[in-house]
């Protein structure tokens, strides 16, 4: 897919580490697979992959975490 940010480059598919950020909370997902841009390096997730991603995010903030690295798993 061409990428949306920079509007030249292709996208791949990949693995990057996915930084969220709610409150006081700081969730860092590593090895979290995405379609990368190879020019710019502009990363997209599946609906999928988003929607779990984001429940493991916000488990953290309820738990009222400060800072949670988890590796994915599909």
Same mark, same amino acid.
């Given at each position: 897919?061409? $990428? @949306?940010?920079?509007?030249?480059?292709?996208?791949?598919?990949? @693995?990057?580490?996915?930084?969220?950020?709610?409150?006081?909370?700081?969730?860092? @997902?590593?090895?979290?697979?995405?379609?990368? $841009?190879?020019? $710019?390096?502009?990363?997209?997730?599946?609906?999928?992959?988003?929607?779990?991603?984001?429940?493991?995010?916000?488990?953290?903030?309820?738990?009222?975490?400060?800072?949670?690295?988890?590796?994915?798993?599909?």
């Amino acid at each position: 897919m061409k $990428c @949306v940010i920079c509007k030249t480059g292709e996208t791949r598919p990949g @693995v990057v580490t996915v930084t969220l950020a709610r409150g006081e909370t700081t969730v860092l @997902v590593k090895g979290t697979p995405a379609e990368i $841009c190879q020019n $710019c390096g502009e990363y997209y997730l599946d609906e999928t992959v988003a929607a779990k991603v984001y429940a493991k995010a916000q488990e953290a903030a309820d738990r009222h975490a400060e800072v949670e690295i988890l590796r994915y798993a599909a």
